[in-house]
């Protein structure tokens, strides 16, 4: 079994910064794209940015206040986000493709339970 566990979200006013963190755990071969979702009450989950070996990508609402980076020997990803706004409220969800033992070759889809940021005008 693989586990997704994210921390670091909480409440900060508007300017603020934040840093989310999320491990993979578990019978983990390899980790291929991992990324961050947002939903806020009432939308639809959305992409805020994700990460392989080669390259990064964001949502254009993030872009120069988020950076992603990952530490492949722990498994984990990291989400640092500065100049904090209102909108950006949402719960914040931890996404990964990983092959395990029981999925090779193929890449399963892993999700973690979401953590919480609150941003205060």
């Known amino acids: 079994q693989v586990q997704l566990v994210e921390s670091g979200g909480g409440l900060v006013q508007a300017g603020g910064s934040l840093r989310l963190s999320c491990v993979a755990s578990g019978s983990i071969i390899s980790i291929n794209a991992m990324g961050w979702y947002r939903q806020a009450p009432g939308k639809q989950r959305e992409l805020v940015a994700t990460?392989?070996?080669?390259?990064?990508n964001y949502d254009d609402s993030v872009k120069g206040r988020f950076t992603i980076s990952r530490d492949n020997a722990k498994n984990t990803v990291y989400l640092q986000m500065n100049s904090l706004k209102p909108e950006d409220t949402a719960v914040y969800y931890c996404n990964a493709l990983i092959v395990t033992p029981a999925s090779r070759p193929i890449r399963d889809n892993y999700w973690g339970q979401g953590t919480q940021v609150t941003v205060s005008s």
């Open positions: 990460i392989t070996t080669r390259d990064t």
